[in-house]
Protein backbone atom coordinates (compact mmCIF):
# COMPACT_ATOMS: atom_id res chain seq x y z
CA UNK A 1 0.00 0.00 0.00
CA UNK A 2 1.64 3.42 -0.77
CA UNK A 3 0.53 6.61 0.31
CA UNK A 4 2.71 9.87 -0.20
CA UNK A 5 2.69 12.48 2.54
CA UNK A 6 4.02 16.14 2.32
CA UNK A 7 5.71 17.68 5.01
CA UNK A 8 4.95 21.36 3.88
CA UNK A 9 1.18 20.69 3.09
CA UNK A 10 -1.21 22.62 5.04
CA UNK A 11 -2.97 19.52 5.98
CA UNK A 12 -2.15 17.82 9.29
CA UNK A 13 -0.18 14.49 8.40
CA UNK A 14 -2.60 12.04 10.11
CA UNK A 15 -5.45 13.67 7.51
CA UNK A 16 -3.12 13.10 4.83
CA UNK A 17 -2.94 9.37 5.30
CA UNK A 18 -6.79 9.27 6.35
CA UNK A 19 -7.67 10.43 3.25
CA UNK A 20 -5.24 8.79 1.12
CA UNK A 21 -6.74 4.92 2.90
CA UNK A 22 -10.45 6.31 2.22
CA UNK A 23 -9.54 6.97 -1.33
CA UNK A 24 -8.29 3.93 -1.73
CA UNK A 25 -10.90 2.11 -0.41
CA UNK A 26 -13.96 4.76 -2.23
CA UNK A 27 -11.62 3.72 -5.58
CA UNK A 28 -11.62 -0.21 -4.85
CA UNK A 29 -8.01 -0.38 -4.91
CA UNK A 30 -8.55 -1.63 -1.20
CA UNK A 31 -11.53 -3.88 -0.45
CA UNK A 32 -13.13 -5.54 2.68
CA UNK A 33 -10.55 -7.66 4.39
CA UNK A 34 -7.15 -6.64 3.08
CA UNK A 35 -4.77 -6.04 5.75
CA UNK A 36 -3.03 -2.59 6.87
CA UNK A 37 0.65 -2.19 7.60
CA UNK A 38 0.79 -2.47 11.57
CA UNK A 39 0.31 1.84 12.69
CA UNK A 40 4.01 1.13 13.76
CA UNK A 41 5.22 -0.23 10.95
CA UNK A 42 3.39 2.57 8.86
CA UNK A 43 4.70 5.29 11.28
CA UNK A 44 8.55 3.68 10.71
CA UNK A 45 7.97 3.60 6.50
CA UNK A 46 6.36 7.45 6.87
CA UNK A 47 9.33 8.95 9.21
CA UNK A 48 6.43 10.17 11.69
CA UNK A 49 5.61 9.47 15.23
CA UNK A 50 3.46 6.72 16.10
CA UNK A 51 0.86 8.68 17.44
CA UNK A 52 -0.01 10.31 13.95
CA UNK A 53 -0.73 6.94 12.79
CA UNK A 54 -2.64 5.94 15.56
CA UNK A 55 -4.53 8.97 15.14
CA UNK A 56 -5.23 8.40 11.55
CA UNK A 57 -6.27 4.60 11.94
CA UNK A 58 -8.51 5.80 14.98
CA UNK A 59 -10.55 8.12 12.94
CA UNK A 60 -10.58 5.93 10.03
CA UNK A 61 -12.22 3.28 12.45
CA UNK A 62 -14.36 5.82 14.26
CA UNK A 63 -15.69 6.57 10.04
CA UNK A 64 -16.35 2.65 9.41
CA UNK A 65 -13.80 1.93 7.12
CA UNK A 66 -11.57 -0.13 9.14
CA UNK A 67 -11.75 -2.06 11.89
CA UNK A 68 -8.79 -3.38 14.49
CA UNK A 69 -8.51 -6.82 16.35
CA UNK A 70 -5.95 -6.40 19.14
CA UNK A 71 -2.69 -7.59 18.92
CA UNK A 72 -3.46 -8.69 15.14
CA UNK A 73 -3.92 -5.22 13.20
CA UNK A 74 -5.88 -3.37 11.54
CA UNK A 75 -8.15 -4.52 8.35
CA UNK A 76 -10.31 -2.68 6.10
CA UNK A 77 -14.25 -2.95 7.37
CA UNK A 78 -16.97 -4.12 5.05
CA UNK A 79 -18.02 -1.14 2.75
CA UNK A 80 -22.16 -1.39 2.13
CA UNK A 81 -22.51 -0.39 -1.72
CA UNK A 82 -24.97 2.28 -0.20
CA UNK A 83 -22.58 3.49 2.26
CA UNK A 84 -20.09 3.68 -0.14
CA UNK A 85 -22.64 5.93 -2.45
CA UNK A 86 -23.46 7.89 0.47
CA UNK A 87 -20.13 8.60 0.96
CA UNK A 88 -18.87 9.23 -2.59
CA UNK A 89 -21.80 11.85 -2.67
CA UNK A 90 -20.46 13.49 0.72
CA UNK A 91 -17.12 13.87 -1.04
CA UNK A 92 -18.46 15.50 -4.46
CA UNK A 93 -20.69 17.59 -1.95
CA UNK A 94 -17.42 18.84 -0.30
CA UNK A 95 -15.63 19.36 -3.30
CA UNK A 96 -18.21 21.64 -5.35
CA UNK A 97 -18.87 23.40 -1.76
CA UNK A 98 -14.84 24.00 -2.74
CA UNK A 99 -15.20 24.91 -6.55
CA UNK A 100 -18.21 27.26 -5.57
CA UNK A 101 -16.59 29.16 -3.13
CA UNK A 102 -13.40 29.25 -5.27
CA UNK A 103 -15.62 30.68 -8.25
CA UNK A 104 -17.23 33.39 -5.98
CA UNK A 105 -14.29 34.69 -5.41
CA UNK A 106 -13.04 35.37 -8.88
CA UNK A 107 -16.52 36.41 -9.87
CA UNK A 108 -17.86 33.52 -11.56
CA UNK A 109 -21.65 33.47 -11.73
CA UNK A 110 -23.64 30.36 -11.31
CA UNK A 111 -24.09 30.38 -15.61
CA UNK A 112 -20.35 30.52 -15.98
CA UNK A 113 -19.96 27.14 -13.54
CA UNK A 114 -22.68 25.53 -15.18
CA UNK A 115 -21.21 25.88 -18.49
CA UNK A 116 -17.63 24.95 -17.66
CA UNK A 117 -19.27 21.99 -16.15
CA UNK A 118 -21.10 20.86 -19.29
CA UNK A 119 -17.82 21.41 -21.27
CA UNK A 120 -16.05 19.08 -19.02
CA UNK A 121 -18.75 16.35 -18.69
CA UNK A 122 -18.84 16.39 -22.40
CA UNK A 123 -15.09 16.20 -22.84
CA UNK A 124 -14.60 12.59 -20.40
CA UNK B 1 0.87 0.09 33.42
CA UNK B 2 0.21 2.70 31.33
CA UNK B 3 3.14 5.13 32.37
CA UNK B 4 6.93 4.20 31.85
CA UNK B 5 8.25 7.09 34.00
CA UNK B 6 5.71 8.59 36.83
CA UNK B 7 7.09 11.87 38.37
CA UNK B 8 4.76 13.26 41.55
CA UNK B 9 5.19 16.35 43.22
CA UNK B 10 9.04 15.83 42.83
CA UNK B 11 11.10 18.92 44.93
CA UNK B 12 15.02 19.00 44.21
CA UNK B 13 17.48 22.35 44.95
CA UNK B 14 21.20 22.62 44.77
CA UNK B 15 22.51 25.94 44.32
CA UNK B 16 20.25 28.62 43.03
CA UNK B 17 18.44 25.88 41.13
CA UNK B 18 15.32 24.50 42.12
CA UNK B 19 12.51 21.93 40.97
CA UNK B 20 9.58 22.67 42.75
CA UNK B 21 6.64 20.09 42.33
CA UNK B 22 7.00 18.80 39.73
CA UNK B 23 4.72 15.95 37.90
CA UNK B 24 5.44 14.50 34.89
CA UNK B 25 4.43 11.13 32.94
CA UNK B 26 6.21 9.26 29.93
CA UNK B 27 3.75 7.12 28.06
CA UNK B 28 4.85 3.39 27.91
CA UNK B 29 5.19 2.24 23.70
CA UNK B 30 5.70 5.74 22.82
CA UNK B 31 8.39 8.58 22.28
CA UNK B 32 8.77 11.15 24.60
CA UNK B 33 11.18 14.20 23.62
CA UNK B 34 12.38 16.85 25.91
CA UNK B 35 13.19 19.95 25.09
CA UNK B 36 14.24 23.02 27.05
CA UNK B 37 17.28 25.91 26.64
CA UNK B 38 20.41 25.12 28.67
CA UNK B 39 19.92 24.77 32.12
CA UNK B 40 16.61 24.48 32.13
CA UNK B 41 17.02 21.29 34.45
CA UNK B 42 16.00 18.57 31.26
CA UNK B 43 19.33 16.92 32.58
CA UNK B 44 18.61 16.98 36.30
CA UNK B 45 15.38 15.32 35.80
CA UNK B 46 16.80 12.54 33.35
CA UNK B 47 18.89 11.81 36.47
CA UNK B 48 16.73 12.43 38.64
CA UNK B 49 15.05 8.94 36.67
CA UNK B 50 17.66 7.09 37.02
CA UNK B 51 18.51 8.23 40.29
CA UNK B 52 21.94 9.49 39.76
CA UNK B 53 20.10 12.38 41.96
CA UNK B 54 17.44 11.49 44.31
CA UNK B 55 14.76 13.81 45.20
CA UNK B 56 15.01 15.97 47.95
CA UNK B 57 10.58 14.88 48.19
CA UNK B 58 8.24 13.46 45.79
CA UNK B 59 8.24 10.10 44.16
CA UNK B 60 9.41 8.63 41.44
CA UNK B 61 8.25 5.41 39.49
CA UNK B 62 10.06 4.17 36.52
CA UNK B 63 8.34 0.58 35.07
CA UNK B 64 5.88 0.48 37.62
CA UNK B 65 8.51 0.24 40.66
CA UNK B 66 10.81 2.79 43.00
CA UNK B 67 14.22 2.58 43.29
CA UNK B 68 14.47 1.52 46.84
CA UNK B 69 12.69 -1.61 46.81
CA UNK B 70 13.88 -2.33 42.75
CA UNK B 71 17.01 -0.82 41.81
CA UNK B 72 18.65 -3.38 40.07
CA UNK B 73 15.43 -4.59 38.44
CA UNK B 74 14.57 -1.02 36.79
CA UNK B 75 18.18 -0.55 35.88
CA UNK B 76 18.41 -3.84 34.06
CA UNK B 77 15.93 -2.50 31.60
CA UNK B 78 16.64 1.27 30.99
CA UNK B 79 19.39 1.69 28.11
CA UNK B 80 21.29 4.95 28.44
CA UNK B 81 23.50 7.67 26.60
CA UNK B 82 24.38 10.20 28.26
CA UNK B 83 26.10 13.42 26.54
CA UNK B 84 29.57 12.35 27.76
CA UNK B 85 31.07 9.75 27.42
CA UNK B 86 31.18 7.00 30.01
CA UNK B 87 34.06 5.13 28.53
CA UNK B 88 37.31 4.13 29.69
CA UNK B 89 39.74 5.62 27.22
CA UNK B 90 42.65 3.51 27.52
CA UNK B 91 40.63 0.23 26.46
CA UNK B 92 39.42 -0.78 23.18
CA UNK B 93 35.63 -1.09 22.38
CA UNK B 94 36.03 -5.11 22.77
CA UNK B 95 37.30 -5.23 26.16
CA UNK B 96 34.88 -2.28 27.08
CA UNK B 97 32.13 -4.68 26.39
CA UNK B 98 33.55 -7.01 28.06
CA UNK B 99 32.77 -4.83 31.26
CA UNK B 100 29.45 -3.94 30.10
CA UNK B 101 28.42 -7.57 28.94
CA UNK B 102 27.91 -9.72 31.61
CA UNK B 103 26.21 -6.51 33.81
CA UNK B 104 23.07 -7.39 31.96
CA UNK B 105 21.12 -10.57 32.34
CA UNK B 106 19.65 -10.07 28.25
CA UNK B 107 22.72 -8.99 27.02
CA UNK B 108 22.63 -9.84 23.41
CA UNK B 109 26.06 -10.21 21.74
CA UNK B 110 25.36 -10.76 18.81
CA UNK B 111 23.18 -7.85 18.28
CA UNK B 112 26.05 -5.47 20.10
CA UNK B 113 28.30 -7.16 17.35
CA UNK B 114 25.21 -6.04 14.50
CA UNK B 115 25.24 -2.34 15.90
CA UNK B 116 29.19 -2.05 15.71
CA UNK B 117 29.12 -3.65 11.95
CA UNK B 118 26.54 -1.03 11.52
CA UNK B 119 28.04 2.36 12.91
CA UNK B 120 31.47 0.79 11.77
CA UNK B 121 33.27 0.78 14.90
CA UNK B 122 36.29 -0.88 15.29
CA UNK B 123 36.46 -3.11 18.00
CA UNK B 124 40.23 -2.97 18.45
CA UNK B 125 41.06 0.15 18.94
CA UNK B 126 41.50 1.93 21.62
CA UNK B 127 38.17 4.36 22.41
CA UNK B 128 40.41 7.50 23.53
CA UNK B 129 40.87 7.44 19.21
CA UNK B 130 37.41 7.57 18.37
CA UNK B 131 35.54 10.64 17.77
CA UNK B 132 32.80 12.36 20.11
CA UNK B 133 30.41 10.84 17.21
CA UNK B 134 31.91 7.53 17.33
CA UNK B 135 31.64 7.70 21.18
CA UNK B 136 28.11 8.41 20.92
CA UNK B 137 27.72 5.45 18.98
CA UNK B 138 29.56 3.50 21.08
CA UNK B 139 27.20 4.64 23.49
CA UNK B 140 24.35 4.13 21.79
CA UNK B 141 24.82 0.40 21.20
CA UNK B 142 25.64 -0.43 24.51
CA UNK B 143 22.13 0.88 25.16
CA UNK B 144 20.60 -0.94 22.71
CA UNK B 145 22.50 -4.77 23.13
CA UNK B 146 20.79 -6.31 26.04
CA UNK B 147 17.23 -5.21 25.43
CA UNK B 148 16.29 -2.65 27.23
CA UNK B 149 12.47 -1.74 27.84
CA UNK B 150 12.74 1.98 28.37
CA UNK B 151 15.71 4.30 26.39
CA UNK B 152 16.67 7.26 28.44
CA UNK B 153 19.15 9.66 26.27
CA UNK B 154 20.34 12.82 27.44
CA UNK B 155 21.05 15.15 24.26
CA UNK B 156 22.17 11.76 22.00
CA UNK B 157 22.30 13.90 18.74
CA UNK B 158 24.20 16.50 19.61
CA UNK B 159 27.42 15.09 18.51
CA UNK B 160 26.42 13.47 15.54
CA UNK B 161 26.58 14.65 11.86
CA UNK B 162 23.50 14.97 9.58
CA UNK B 163 23.69 11.18 7.79
CA UNK B 164 23.96 9.47 10.80
CA UNK B 165 21.54 11.58 12.51
CA UNK B 166 19.09 10.08 10.19
CA UNK B 167 20.34 6.63 10.67
CA UNK B 168 20.15 7.55 14.24
CA UNK B 169 15.86 8.70 13.89
CA UNK B 170 15.58 5.45 11.88
CA UNK B 171 17.18 3.03 14.45
CA UNK B 172 15.01 4.38 17.37
CA UNK B 173 11.71 3.94 14.62
CA UNK B 174 12.91 0.60 14.58
CA UNK B 175 12.83 0.28 18.21
CA UNK B 176 9.22 1.48 18.39
CA UNK B 177 8.26 -1.56 16.39
CA UNK B 178 7.82 -2.90 20.01
CA UNK B 179 4.85 -1.38 21.67
CA UNK B 180 6.52 -2.66 24.70
CA UNK B 181 9.26 0.31 24.26
CA UNK B 182 9.99 3.68 25.48
CA UNK B 183 12.21 6.05 24.91
CA UNK B 184 12.50 9.65 26.47
CA UNK B 185 15.24 11.59 24.94
CA UNK B 186 16.29 15.45 25.38
CA UNK B 187 17.99 17.36 22.71
CA UNK B 188 18.11 20.68 21.27
CA UNK B 189 17.69 19.53 17.60
CA UNK B 190 13.64 19.89 16.93
CA UNK B 191 14.12 18.71 13.48
CA UNK B 192 14.82 15.22 15.19
CA UNK B 193 11.50 15.25 17.22
CA UNK B 194 8.58 16.19 14.83
CA UNK B 195 9.51 12.91 13.01
CA UNK B 196 10.06 10.59 15.81
CA UNK B 197 8.12 11.82 19.42
CA UNK B 198 4.50 11.53 20.11
CA UNK B 199 4.69 13.94 22.96
CA UNK B 200 7.04 16.75 24.19
CA UNK B 201 7.73 17.90 27.31
CA UNK B 202 8.71 21.14 27.67
CA UNK B 203 11.27 22.55 30.18
CA UNK B 204 12.09 26.34 31.28
CA UNK B 205 14.17 26.97 34.79
CA UNK B 206 13.17 23.90 36.39
CA UNK B 207 9.36 23.76 35.41
CA UNK B 208 7.43 22.04 33.19
CA UNK B 209 6.17 24.53 30.84
CA UNK B 210 3.87 21.75 28.39
CA UNK B 211 3.55 18.60 28.55
CA UNK B 212 1.76 17.72 25.34
CA UNK B 213 0.88 15.27 22.30
CA UNK B 214 3.01 16.73 19.12
CA UNK B 215 -0.58 17.11 17.44
CA UNK B 216 -2.48 19.17 19.64
CA UNK B 217 1.02 21.49 20.14
CA UNK B 218 0.97 21.70 15.98
CA UNK B 219 -3.23 22.04 16.01
CA UNK B 220 -2.86 24.58 18.54
CA UNK B 221 0.11 26.72 18.76
CA UNK B 222 0.92 29.40 15.97
CA UNK B 223 3.14 32.55 14.63
CA UNK B 224 0.89 35.15 13.63
CA UNK B 225 2.26 38.31 12.30
CA UNK B 226 0.18 41.53 11.21
CA UNK B 227 -0.15 45.41 11.98
CA UNK B 228 0.84 46.53 14.86
CA UNK B 229 -2.69 48.34 14.66
CA UNK B 230 -4.49 45.39 15.93
CA UNK B 231 -3.02 45.18 19.10
CA UNK B 232 -4.58 46.26 22.32
CA UNK B 233 -5.03 45.44 25.56
CA UNK B 234 -7.58 42.85 25.08
CA UNK B 235 -6.20 41.29 21.73
CA UNK B 236 -3.31 40.58 23.26
CA UNK B 237 -4.32 38.91 25.81
CA UNK B 238 -3.92 36.15 22.80
CA UNK B 239 -0.50 36.03 22.46
CA UNK B 240 2.27 34.23 24.51
CA UNK B 241 4.64 37.12 23.37
CA UNK B 242 4.91 39.54 21.23
CA UNK B 243 7.24 41.39 18.98
CA UNK B 244 6.74 44.48 17.55
CA UNK B 245 8.94 46.23 15.17
CA UNK B 246 8.14 49.15 12.28
CA UNK B 247 6.84 46.48 9.78
CA UNK B 248 4.32 45.16 11.71
CA UNK B 249 4.50 42.38 14.71
CA UNK B 250 5.31 38.74 15.29
CA UNK B 251 3.55 36.58 18.07
CA UNK B 252 2.76 33.21 19.53
CA UNK B 253 -0.55 31.85 20.14
CA UNK B 254 -1.35 28.72 22.02
CA UNK B 255 -4.87 29.45 20.74
CA UNK B 256 -5.02 29.06 17.14
CA UNK B 257 -8.18 28.75 16.43
CA UNK B 258 -9.75 31.58 18.72
CA UNK B 259 -7.44 34.43 16.97
CA UNK B 260 -8.11 32.57 13.59
CA UNK B 261 -11.67 33.52 14.90
CA UNK B 262 -10.71 37.09 15.98
CA UNK B 263 -8.50 38.65 13.42
CA UNK B 264 -9.66 36.36 10.41
CA UNK B 265 -7.88 36.92 6.87
CA UNK B 266 -6.31 40.67 8.97
CA UNK B 267 -3.45 38.51 9.88
CA UNK B 268 -1.05 36.07 8.59
CA UNK B 269 -1.28 32.54 10.56
CA UNK B 270 1.65 29.81 10.41
CA UNK B 271 2.48 26.80 11.57
CA UNK B 272 5.00 27.47 14.80
CA UNK B 273 8.08 25.29 14.99
CA UNK B 274 8.75 24.17 17.81
CA UNK B 275 12.13 26.33 17.82
CA UNK B 276 9.60 29.39 17.72
CA UNK B 277 7.71 27.58 20.68
CA UNK B 278 10.85 27.67 23.04
CA UNK B 279 11.95 31.05 21.89
CA UNK B 280 8.85 32.97 22.32
CA UNK B 281 8.15 31.25 25.76
CA UNK B 282 11.45 32.04 27.03
CA UNK B 283 9.89 34.06 30.20
CA UNK B 284 6.97 34.63 29.01
CA UNK B 285 3.93 33.53 30.07
CA UNK B 286 3.75 29.64 31.12
CA UNK B 287 0.78 28.23 29.24
CA UNK B 288 -1.50 29.78 27.24
CA UNK B 289 -5.10 30.01 28.97
CA UNK B 290 -7.46 32.68 27.76
CA UNK B 291 -9.93 33.91 29.84
CA UNK C 1 29.23 -6.99 42.18
CA UNK C 2 31.20 -9.76 41.58
CA UNK C 3 31.28 -8.05 38.07
CA UNK C 4 32.62 -4.31 39.87
CA UNK C 5 35.54 -6.25 40.87
CA UNK C 6 36.57 -8.00 37.91
CA UNK C 7 36.20 -4.15 36.71
CA UNK C 8 38.47 -3.10 38.82
CA UNK C 9 41.21 -5.50 38.33
CA UNK C 10 40.19 -6.33 34.64
CA UNK C 11 40.81 -1.81 33.39
CA UNK C 12 44.29 -1.92 33.86
CA UNK C 13 44.67 -4.36 31.67
CA UNK C 14 48.89 -4.12 30.27
CA UNK C 15 49.51 -1.83 33.17
CA UNK C 16 49.65 -5.28 35.31
CA UNK C 17 53.09 -6.02 33.69
CA UNK C 18 54.10 -2.39 35.14
CA UNK C 19 52.61 -2.94 38.38
CA UNK C 20 55.13 -6.05 38.23
CA UNK C 21 58.11 -4.42 37.27
CA UNK C 22 57.53 -1.73 39.85
CA UNK C 23 57.57 -5.02 41.94
CA UNK C 24 60.26 -6.06 41.32
CA UNK C 25 62.31 -3.38 41.37
CA UNK C 26 61.65 -2.38 44.77
CA UNK C 27 62.61 -5.74 45.43
CA UNK C 28 65.84 -5.88 43.58
CA UNK C 29 66.28 -2.55 46.27
CA UNK C 30 65.87 -4.71 49.23
CA UNK C 31 63.07 -2.64 50.65
CA UNK C 32 60.53 -3.89 52.79
CA UNK C 33 57.62 -6.59 52.02
CA UNK C 34 55.85 -4.70 54.33
CA UNK C 35 56.64 -0.99 52.06
CA UNK C 36 56.24 -2.90 48.64
CA UNK C 37 53.00 -4.56 49.19
CA UNK C 38 51.35 -1.54 51.14
CA UNK C 39 52.78 0.68 48.02
CA UNK C 40 51.69 -1.30 45.06
CA UNK C 41 48.42 -2.17 46.61
CA UNK C 42 47.70 1.53 47.76
CA UNK C 43 49.15 2.56 43.50
CA UNK C 44 46.81 -0.16 41.85
CA UNK C 45 43.71 0.96 43.84
CA UNK C 46 44.65 4.74 43.45
CA UNK C 47 44.69 3.70 39.66
CA UNK C 48 41.61 2.19 39.79
CA UNK C 49 39.91 5.35 41.18
CA UNK C 50 41.46 7.45 38.90
CA UNK C 51 40.48 5.56 35.62
CA UNK C 52 36.62 5.51 36.91
CA UNK C 53 36.58 9.47 37.15
CA UNK C 54 38.35 9.61 33.67
CA UNK C 55 35.48 7.33 32.46
CA UNK C 56 32.65 9.22 34.25
CA UNK C 57 32.35 5.89 35.94
CA UNK C 58 30.08 6.95 39.20
CA UNK C 59 27.31 7.92 36.38
CA UNK C 60 28.42 4.73 34.05
CA UNK C 61 27.91 2.60 36.85
CA UNK C 62 25.11 3.81 38.33
CA UNK C 63 23.29 3.57 35.59
CA UNK C 64 23.71 0.43 35.45
CA UNK C 65 21.96 -2.60 37.02
CA UNK C 66 24.05 -1.96 40.56
CA UNK C 67 22.98 -0.24 43.86
CA UNK C 68 25.44 2.27 45.46
CA UNK C 69 26.05 -0.17 48.02
CA UNK C 70 27.82 -2.48 45.91
CA UNK C 71 29.45 -0.17 43.97
CA UNK C 72 31.53 1.01 47.44
CA UNK C 73 31.59 -2.72 48.52
CA UNK C 74 33.01 -3.93 45.25
CA UNK C 75 35.79 -1.29 45.90
CA UNK C 76 36.60 -2.20 49.43
CA UNK C 77 36.71 -6.27 48.39
CA UNK C 78 39.23 -5.55 45.48
CA UNK C 79 41.43 -3.21 47.46
CA UNK C 80 41.84 -6.42 49.63
CA UNK C 81 42.03 -8.68 46.36
CA UNK C 82 44.71 -6.76 44.85
CA UNK C 83 47.00 -6.86 48.31
CA UNK C 84 46.73 -10.48 48.28
CA UNK C 85 47.78 -11.05 44.88
CA UNK C 86 50.76 -8.41 45.66
CA UNK C 87 51.41 -10.30 48.89
CA UNK C 88 51.60 -14.13 46.71
CA UNK C 89 53.81 -12.03 44.05
CA UNK C 90 56.02 -11.32 46.99
CA UNK C 91 56.18 -14.48 48.38
CA UNK C 92 56.59 -16.76 45.02
CA UNK C 93 60.02 -13.97 44.24
CA UNK C 94 60.76 -13.69 47.56
CA UNK C 95 62.44 -17.40 47.30
CA UNK C 96 63.64 -16.70 44.03
CA UNK C 97 65.51 -13.33 44.76
CA UNK C 98 66.50 -14.65 47.95
CA UNK C 99 66.83 -18.31 47.91
CA UNK C 100 64.18 -19.00 50.61
CA UNK C 101 61.67 -17.11 52.71
CA UNK C 102 62.75 -15.15 56.26
CA UNK C 103 60.88 -16.38 59.11
CA UNK C 104 60.02 -13.38 60.07
CA UNK C 105 58.22 -12.48 57.02
CA UNK C 106 54.33 -13.20 57.93
CA UNK C 107 55.12 -10.15 59.96
CA UNK C 108 55.72 -8.15 56.95
CA UNK C 109 53.05 -9.58 54.88
CA UNK C 110 50.46 -8.97 58.11
CA UNK C 111 52.19 -5.48 58.59
CA UNK C 112 51.48 -4.69 54.86
CA UNK C 113 47.60 -5.84 55.02
CA UNK C 114 47.08 -3.80 58.18
CA UNK C 115 48.14 -0.35 56.90
CA UNK C 116 46.89 -1.03 53.55
CA UNK C 117 43.50 -0.91 55.27
CA UNK C 118 44.00 1.78 57.90
CA UNK C 119 45.05 4.18 54.96
CA UNK C 120 42.02 2.41 52.88
CA UNK C 121 39.91 3.13 55.91
CA UNK C 122 41.55 6.72 56.25
CA UNK C 123 40.96 7.77 52.82
CA UNK C 124 38.11 6.14 50.95
CA UNK C 125 35.56 8.15 52.55
CA UNK C 126 37.43 10.90 51.77
CA UNK C 127 36.99 10.22 48.32
CA UNK C 128 33.52 9.16 48.23
CA UNK C 129 32.67 12.15 50.48
CA UNK C 130 34.40 14.82 47.70
CA UNK C 131 35.76 13.03 44.34
CA UNK C 132 35.56 15.34 41.79
CA UNK C 133 37.31 15.47 39.67
CA UNK C 134 39.65 18.48 39.65
CA UNK C 135 40.10 17.42 43.14
CA UNK C 136 40.43 13.64 42.96
CA UNK C 137 44.21 13.43 41.54
CA UNK C 138 45.65 15.59 44.71
CA UNK C 139 43.96 13.24 46.67
CA UNK C 140 45.14 9.98 45.16
CA UNK C 141 48.42 11.29 45.90
CA UNK C 142 47.94 12.12 49.24
CA UNK C 143 47.12 8.50 49.61
CA UNK C 144 49.91 7.32 48.30
CA UNK C 145 51.97 9.56 50.34
CA UNK C 146 50.09 8.38 53.62
CA UNK C 147 50.70 4.82 52.60
CA UNK C 148 54.62 5.59 52.04
CA UNK C 149 54.86 7.83 55.25
CA UNK C 150 52.61 4.66 57.30
CA UNK C 151 55.38 1.99 56.43
CA UNK C 152 57.89 3.60 58.00
CA UNK C 153 56.30 4.75 60.81
CA UNK C 154 55.02 1.81 61.13
CA UNK C 155 58.84 0.06 60.69
CA UNK C 156 59.98 2.51 63.44
CA UNK C 157 56.68 2.45 65.52
CA UNK C 158 57.64 -1.51 65.97
CA UNK C 159 61.06 -0.78 66.87
CA UNK C 160 59.69 1.65 69.56
CA UNK C 161 57.48 -0.66 71.07
CA UNK C 162 59.75 -3.16 70.74
CA UNK C 163 63.04 -1.04 72.52
CA UNK C 164 60.33 -0.40 75.27
CA UNK C 165 60.59 -3.30 77.92
CA UNK C 166 57.60 -3.04 79.18
CA UNK C 167 55.50 -3.74 75.49
CA UNK C 168 57.45 -7.19 74.50
CA UNK C 169 56.97 -8.61 77.90
CA UNK C 170 53.33 -8.11 77.77
CA UNK C 171 52.44 -8.83 74.24
CA UNK C 172 54.32 -11.27 72.08
CA UNK C 173 54.50 -10.38 68.31
CA UNK C 174 52.15 -13.07 67.05
CA UNK C 175 49.89 -11.05 69.99
CA UNK C 176 51.07 -7.37 68.80
CA UNK C 177 50.56 -8.38 64.89
CA UNK C 178 46.81 -10.64 65.85
CA UNK C 179 45.82 -6.83 68.22
CA UNK C 180 47.13 -4.68 65.29
CA UNK C 181 45.44 -6.84 62.50
CA UNK C 182 41.91 -6.51 64.07
CA UNK C 183 42.00 -2.99 65.07
CA UNK C 184 42.75 -2.29 61.05
CA UNK C 185 40.04 -4.66 60.31
CA UNK C 186 37.56 -3.16 62.45
CA UNK C 187 38.35 0.07 61.20
CA UNK C 188 38.19 -0.68 57.59
CA UNK C 189 34.34 -2.41 58.16
CA UNK C 190 33.53 0.72 59.84
CA UNK C 191 34.92 2.70 57.41
CA UNK C 192 33.15 0.79 54.69
CA UNK C 193 29.85 1.30 56.36
CA UNK C 194 30.34 4.90 56.35
CA UNK C 195 31.72 5.18 52.94
CA UNK C 196 28.06 3.46 51.90
CA UNK C 197 26.21 6.22 53.82
CA UNK C 198 28.33 8.84 52.17
CA UNK C 199 27.92 7.26 48.98
CA UNK C 200 23.88 7.03 48.71
CA UNK C 201 23.05 10.74 49.41
CA UNK C 202 25.05 11.63 46.87
CA UNK C 203 24.09 13.02 43.58
CA UNK C 204 26.54 12.01 40.22
CA UNK C 205 26.26 14.88 38.13
Not at chain 3, 128 to 156: C, N, T
Request: hydrophobic fraction near 45%; charged fraction near 25%; charge should be negative.
Amino acid sequence: MQILISNSSKEAIYIQIKNQIKEKVLSGELVEGDALPSMRQLAMDLHISVITTKRAYEELEKEGFIYSIVGKGSYIAEQNADVIREKKLTTIEEKLVEVIANSKEVGLSLQDIKDWITILYGER
Amino acid sequence: MEHAIELRNVHKSFGSFSITDLSLKVKKGFVTGFIGGNGAGKSTLIKMMMNLLQPDSGEIRVLGMNYKENEKKIKERIGFVFNDATLYKELDLSDMKKLIAPCYRQWDDRLFHQYCDRFELPLRNKIKSFSDGMKMKVSLAFALSHHADLLIMDEPTANLDPIFRREFMQLLHEVMLNEEKTILLSTHIMSDLSSLADYITFMQKGQIVFSKELHEIEEKYAIVRGKVELLDGDTEQYFLSITRTDSGFEALTSDYKAVQALFGNEVIIEKASLEEIMYYSRGGKADASIN
Amino acid sequence: MLQLIKKDIAIHKFQWLLYLAMLLFFMLLDKDAIFIIALMSAIITMNAFFADEQANGHKLWNAMPFTRSEIVSARYSSLLVVTVISMSTVMMIEPILNGGWDVLIWKELVGGVVLIMLSGALCFPIFYWLSQRSVIFVLLILYILLVIAGAYSFYYLYLYLSDTLIIPQALSDGKLFGFGFVIALCLYMLSWRLSIKIYKNRGIL
